[in-house]
């Protein structure tokens, strides 16, 4: 994986690169419904960009309480597509109303540990300064940017080895030296972004199961 340039990846929210990932995007197409959806926040921060994380607050329990996370949830019968549920999931946690414009596109489902099916949708949110966060705190304990040149520097970028009926099964990445450790499908759905942005600089290096997995961590398997 290559070093991100000099600008601090400046480019990869340019317009040109808009027009790249949303081509990319529609030409993949959407396979299968979703049970659930999450927004992928890119934004800028003092001109860098970056992406926004949450941290679930504990208040909600459940297996992913206290997790990373973008803003997301399940489907409500009311949502049209997983477009609708990522939106609305992120106004509820963030009181953000995001416009369909800000949207570009949706990424492949992905399961998550409980074997539900996840829509990531990306948007871009634009300059951060120009927004007002309200989080949910029911929902939302903390919001937080990792730098796009951040994820795609090598020094922040781990991954943890896991098993299955005692063998090596996968691989899964971890981004790391940022307030928060990035795991799980946060970590899965943040390289696939990277991939996409940055097709010439970050090559995907793991594989990600087709439907959630039974497994365990590797002794020592995180690097």
Request: proline residues 9%; charged residues 20%; hydrophobic residues 40%.
């Amino acid at each position: 994986m290559a070093e991100p340039g000099a600008d601090g990846g400046a480019g990869l929210l340019s317009s040109g690169s808009e027009r790249r990932c949303r081509a990319r995007l529609a030409a993949a197409g959407r396979r299968g419904a979703a049970a659930a959806a999450v927004l992928v926040p890119l934004c800028s921060v003092r001109g860098r960009p970056a992406l926004l994380f949450t941290l679930r607050s504990r208040r909600l329990g459940g297996p992913h309480s206290g997790d990373v996370s973008f803003p997301g949830g399940r489907r409500d019968p009311a949502d049209g597509d997983a477009v609708a549920t990522a939106l609305r999931e992120t106004r509820e946690e963030l009181g953000l109303a995001l416009a369909a414009p800000s949207v570009w596109g949706q990424l492949r489902l992905l399961p998550d540990r409980q074997g539900l099916m996840v829509a990531p949708v990306v948007a871009n949110l634009g300059p951060l300064e120009d927004l007002t966060l309200t989080p949910n705190p029911d929902e939302v304990e903390e919001v937080f940017t990792l730098p796009l040149a951040h994820l795609l520097r090598e020094e922040n970028q781990g991954y943890t080895h896991f098993r299955t009926a005692g063998r090596y099964g996968y691989t899964l990445p971890v981004f790391l030296n940022g307030p928060h450790k990035v795991w799980g499908l946060t970590a899965i759905i943040t390289e696939l972004t990277l991939e996409l942005l940055a097709p010439d600089r970050y090559r995907r290096k793991t594989h990600v199961p087709a439907r959630s997995p039974s497994a365990r961590p590797l002794e020592g398997g995180s690097t």
